[in-house]
C-alpha cells in the first residue's frame, strides 16, 4: 500500500523525540528518511526556490504521484547495464520491437506537444513514486509501500533551482562514467559510500537536446537496511518541527556521541572523503548539503554518504600525476588547458564543500566561537598535509571563488574573494 500523508506527519513529528536508527524498524527508518528528505529541509544557502509544480514537489502534502512508463521503439533506447530491476513494477516490459522508458510527467507532456513521442497517453502504463529533495530524482516503493527498492534519476524540461535539469545525452553519459570512476575509486568499502548510478536508458529523439535519459539510482553498497539510516546532511541543522532541538541534537543525545565524536564524523570524515577523491583520484563531487548524506549505524557509527555523478568535476590534471586513467566524456572535465582549473578546485572546495557543509556543520557542531575555530584549524591542518606535495594546486593560498548569487550564471561566472575560509 501506499504511505498516506498524515503517515509522514506522523513520523515527522516522532523525529522530535525518535530520530535514532537503533529505535526504528526497516519500514520505519525508509518512512524517516523520505520524510527528512521531503521536509526537513530549509533549503539551499543560495535562496533560490526549486520551482517545481506542487503536485510533483517534495513539499507536496500528496504522499506520491504517478510517472508515465512508455513503450519506445527499441532501436532508438539505448539502454546500459540491466533494467531488470526497474521493470519488477512496471506492469509492461520491454520486448523486441519496444523497451520502457521512464518519464517524468512534466516532460512528457513537452514532448507529446512537440509531437515527438509514439502512441498517445492511453498507452502509458503508471509508476507511483514518492518525489526527493531534487524533485526530478524519486524514490519507487516497493508493494508495501514502506520500503525504498531504487530510484529513477528522470530528465526534467525546465529550471529546477538555478539551472535547467534535462538529462541530454553527454550528461548521462557523465553520470555513468563517473559511477564507474568512483567504484574504482571506492568500490564497497566502509569508510565512504555512495548511491551506484551503474544504469539507465537513453532516448533518441528530434529536439529536447536530441533526446532524454533517465538513470537507475541503487541503493549504497553495503547498505542495510535492518541496521542503517540514511540522513540528508541538510537535515542535520534544519529548524526543528516542534521544540528547539535539531535532527544533529537528537541524534547526539541518542547515540551518546561526545562532542568530539560529532566532529568527528560529520566534519573530519567528509573532510577526509572530500581530499582523498579530489587528491588522490582527481574526483570532484559537488558537496553540496543534497547531495551529501550520512549512513548512521544501530551502534552510533556514522558515514558520509554521496550521490549525484552527474556534478562530479574530473581532475585530468590530478588523475595523470597520479597514474590514473585520463580522457574521457568532456562534460566537467578538467585538463592543463582548461582555463578554470585552480578556479574550480577551489569553487568546489571553498564555495560548496566550505560554504553549504562545513559552515552550518560548524555552527551547529561546534558549541561556542572557540569550538568553531578549532574546528576551522584543524580542517586548515588536514588540507595543508594533503597538498604538500601538490603547492600548485589553488588558484593561491589567498583567493578563493564562488558563484554570485543570482540566476543565469555559465560555469565560467566567478565571483573572486579573499581569505579562504577553510585552508
Excluded at 507532456?109 to 529533495?133: C, F, I, M, Y
Excluded at 537513453?202 to 535492518?226: A, I, K, Q, T
Amino acid at each position: 500500500m501506499t504511505k498516506t500523508y498524515a503517515e509522514f506527519q506522523h513520523a515527522w513529528r516522532e523525529l522530535a523525540t525518535l530520530p535514532a536508527g537503533a529505535l526504528l524498524n526497516r519500514d520505519e527508518r525508509d518512512l524517516v528518511h523520505l520524510t527528512l528528505e521531503r521536509y526537513w529541509n530549509d533549503g539551499s544557502p543560495s535562496g533560490h526556490s526549486l520551482g517545481m509544480p506542487v503536485r510533483w514537489a517534495p513539499a507536496s502534502p500528496a504522499p506520491s504521484f504517478r510517472i508515465p512508463i512508455i513503450l519506445a521503439p527499441a532501436d532508438l533506447v539505448t539502454v546500459v547495464e540491466d533494467l531488470s530491476e526497474a521493470s519488477i513494477l512496471v506492469e509492461r516490459t520491454s520486448d523486441a520491437l519496444h523497451q520502457v522508458f521512464a518519464l517524468h510527467p512534466r516532460m512528457r507532456n513537452v514532448l507529446a506537444k512537440q509531437q515527438l513521442l509514439p502512441g498517445d497517453r492511453n498507452s502509458d502504463s503508471q509508476l507511483r513514486v514518492v518525489p526527493t529533495s531534487s524533485g526530478r530524482t524519486v524514490a519507487v516503493l516497493d508493494a508495501s509501500g514502506f520500503r525504498i527498492r531504487y530510484y529513477l534519476k528522470l530528465a526534467y524540461p525546465d529550471t529546477l533551482g538555478r539551472f535547467g535539469r534535462d538529462l541530454s545525452l553527454f550528461k548521462w553519459l557523465s553520470s555513468i562514467e563517473r559511477n564507474r570512476m568512483f567504484f574504482d575509486a571506492i568500490g564497497g568499502g566502509d569508510a565512504i559510500r555512495f548511491f551506484p548510478e551503474a544504469s539507465g536508458s537513453y532516448l533518441e529523439l528530434m529536439g529536447v537536446s536530441h533526446g532524454v535519459g533517465f538513470l537507475l539510482r541503487s541503493m549504497p553498497m553495503g547498505h542495510n537496511p535492518d541496521e542503517h539510516l540514511v540522513v540528508p546532511a541538510f537535515s542535520l541543522w534544519a529548524a526543528p518541527a516542534s521544540g528547539d532541538e535539531t535532527i544533529l541534537d537528537a541524534l547526539v543525545r541518542r547515540l551518546g556521541w561526545t562532542s568530539a565524536d560529532a566532529r568527528h564524523f560529520l566534519i573530519d570524515n567528509v573532510v577526509d572523503t572530500y581530499l582523498y577523491l579530489a587528491v588522490d583520484h582527481g574526483l570532484m563531487p559537488e558537496l553540496n548539503a543534497q547531495n551529501l548524506l550520512f549512513v548512521i549505524g544501530k551502534d552510533g557509527s556514522c558515514v558520509p554518504c554521496l550521490r549525484d555523478m552527474q556534478d562530479v568535476f574530473v581532475d585530468d590534471v590530478i588523475r595523470a600525476r597520479r597514474g590514473l586513467s585520463v580522457g574521457g566524456v568532456a562534460y566537467k572535465r578538467l585538463n592543463v588547458v582548461s582555463p578554470d582549473l585552480r578556479e574550480r578546485r577551489s569553487f568546489s572546495f571553498d564555495f560548496k564543500l566550505g560554504e553549504y557543509i562545513l559552515d552550518p556543520l560548524a555552527n551547529i557542531v561546534g558549541r561556542n566561537d572557540r569550538a568553531r575555530r578549532e574546528i576551522r584549524q584543524g580542517v586548515r591542518e588536514k588540507v595543508r598535509q594533503k597538498l604538500v606535495a601538490h603547492p600548485d594546486y589553488w588558484p593561491s593560498n589567498n583567493t578563493w571563488f564562488r558563484y554570485a548569487n543570482k540566476p543565469g550564471l555559465s560555469r565560467f561566472d566567478y565571483d573572486r574573494h579573499e581569505r579562504p575560509r577553510w585552508r
